[in-house]
């Protein structure tokens, strides 16, 4: 099982709304290299062709799954579990029950509280860059149970 956590690119500042803030020129950007980076993985054989996107209904998390989706070609559901304060312990319960490789887009803090308990098997916060991904591995996605096997940084491409 392979799970790719995403967090979302950079987004605007201080909208009415947090749910619906959108993400800036340099987030869109991000969000491509990301698409690009997950589709080298499935051209790689990485990660297999049915993976599936599970997006946060957030509006910046959404517009990332997109391109992600845009350059992969792969499904994108959305998943009202994973905002910024989702449940870790029912996401892994989720997680536990698929049998399909993943690509999670989400948002701090959950991406790296999510992270820290599939790999370590306990919450607590990591930094994470907005639009980096960690792929994960493992026989199963239960707290523990996974490695990081690759990263991704926005910064790379950036130059």
């Not at 947090?18 to 997950?38: E, N, P």
């Not at 209904?57 to 845009?70: H, M, N, S, V």
């Not at 994960?136 to 491409?157: F, K, R």
Request: negative net charge; contains cysteine.
């Amino acid at each position: 099982m392979k799970i790719c956590i995403v967090r979302h690119g950079s987004a605007e500042i201080g909208a009415d709304n947090d749910s619906q803030r959108a993400l800036t020129t340099k987030g869109t950007d991000q969000a491509r290299g990301a698409g690009k980076w997950v589709a080298g993985l499935l051209a790689d054989g990485v990660l297999a062709n049915d993976t599936k996107i599970l997006s946060s209904p957030y509006l910046r998390a959404e517009q990332t799954a997109q391109q992600i989706q845009l350059a992969s070609k792969l499904e994108l559901e959305q998943l009202n579990t994973i905002t910024p304060a989702g449940d870790v312990d029912a996401i892994v319960d989720e997680l536990t029950q698929s049998e399909n490789d993943l690509i999670l887009v989400s948002h701090l803090p959950l991406v790296g509280r999510l992270a820290a308990k599939l790999v370590d098997g306990q919450v607590y916060d990591q930094p994470w860059s907005p639009a980096e991904c960690w792929l994960l591995e493992g026989d199963i996605a239960a707290a523990g149970c996974m490695t990081v096997t690759s990263v991704w940084y926005p910064a790379l491409e950036e130059g």
